[in-house]
C-alpha cells in the first residue's frame, strides 16, 4: 500500500511510492525528465517523509527509468532569478534541498539508494544522504558543478562527501568534473556495494532482511551515533552555507540570462 493517505498518494507528479509492511519505497518518477530534481520533486519528497509513520524501518530510495538522476534542473534556477535577481528564490531552494537531504541522512528508519545508470550532481546527493548506497556495476557518476561555473553546494553534499570520500579525493573530483564508475564509487565508499543491475533487489533485499530483525529502539539509537561521530569530524557545518553561496554565483554568472547556462544539471 502506499505511505500517504489515498488521495494524497495520487496526487504525487514526480514520484511513485510503495508500502510494503515496514519497507517504504520511494521511486524518482520521471524517467523521461532523467528524474531530474525540480522544486516539485523535492516538495513531494518531504511530503512523503514526513508523512512516513513510526513503523517504517527501512526506505529505499531508487529511480525509475535508465537513470537514477541527472541532477538538478537549471532552468528553474534561471526562472528564481528572473522574479528576484537577488537571488532569494535560489536561497528558499536551496534550503529546502538541505532538508531533504537531512531528512534522508537522520531519518530513524535506514535509508537504501538503490543507483542505476547515471547520479549526477543533485542526484548523487540524495543517493550520498542514504546510509547505504548500493549501485549497478554499470551506474556513472559526476560532479560537474565547476565545469558548469557553479560551487559544490547543495544539499549538504560537500561536507558528506569529505566525511564519507576524504578531502584528496573529493578535491580531485571536483576540480575535474569527471565522471566515474561504479567500481571507482566503491573504491572512495561513495557506494558500499556493487552488483549486476539485475542483482540490485536483491542486493537491497540483503541489507533489508536483518536490519527488519533488529531493536526498533537499537537501530534508532545506533543511527543516531553514527551521525553523531560523523558530525564530530567537523568544527562546524559549512553546508549551512549552501543556498548562500549558490544564490551568490548564479546571481553573479547571470543564469537567468539562458544560453548554455540552462537545461538540467548535468
Not at 565508499?189 to 537491497?204: G, M, R, Y
Not at 530483525?213 to 560523523?230: E, F, G, I
Amino acid at each position: 500500500m502506499s505511505v500517504l493517505p489515498t488521495h494524497a498518494s495520487q496526487s504525487l507528479k514526480t514520484l511513485r511510492t510503495d508500502r510494503q509492511g515496514p519497507v517504504l519505497s520511494i521511486e524518482l518518477n520521471t524517467p523521461d525528465q532523467g528524474n531530474t530534481v525540480t522544486e516539485t520533486l523535492l516538495d513531494e519528497l518531504l511530503a512523503v517523509l514526513d508523512a512516513q509513520d513510526t513503523g517504517t524501518r527501512v526506505i529505499v530510495l531508487s529511480g525509475a527509468g535508465p537513470d537514477f538522476s541527472l541532477g538538478g534542473d537549471r532552468t528553474e534556477y534561471a526562472e528564481h532569478l528572473a522574479q528576484d535577481p537577488a537571488g532569494s528564490g535560489i536561497r528558499a531552494s536551496g534550503a529546502k534541498a538541505r532538508r531533504v537531504c537531512a531528512a534522508l541522512a537522520d531519518n530513524p528508519a535506514v535509508t537504501i539508494a538503490r543507483v542505476q545508470g547515471k547520479a549526477i550532481g543533485a542526484g548523487l546527493a540524495l543517493a550520498l544522504a542514504c546510509d547505504l548506497r548500493v549501485g549497478a556495476d554499470t551506474a556513472t557518476f559526476r560532479l560537474p558543478e565547476l565545469a558548469l561555473g557553479l560551487p559544490t553546494a547543495w544539499g549538504g553534499l560537500l561536507p558528506r562527501l569529505l566525511n564519507e570520500v576524504g578531502a584528496a579525493g573529493v578535491r580531485e573530483l571536483i576540480l575535474t568534473s569527471r565522471a566515474f564508475t561504479a567500481h571507482e564509487a566503491r573504491t572512495l565508499s561513495i557506494l558500499q556495494n556493487v552488483v549486476p543491475e539485475e542483482d540490485l533487489d536483491a542486493a537491497v533485499t540483503a541489507w533489508s532482511k536483518p536490519i527488519l530483525r533488529r531493536s526498533p529502539a537499537a537501530l534508532r539509537v545506533n543511527k543516531l551515533l553514527l551521525n553523531a561521530h560523523a558530525a564530530t569530524t567537523r568544527l562546524a557545518d559549512a553546508s549551512t552555507l549552501d543556498s548562500e553561496l549558490l544564490a551568490s554565483v548564479l546571481a553573479e554568472a547571470g543564469y537567468n540570462r539562458g544560453g548554455r547556462r540552462t537545461g538540467h544539471l548535468v
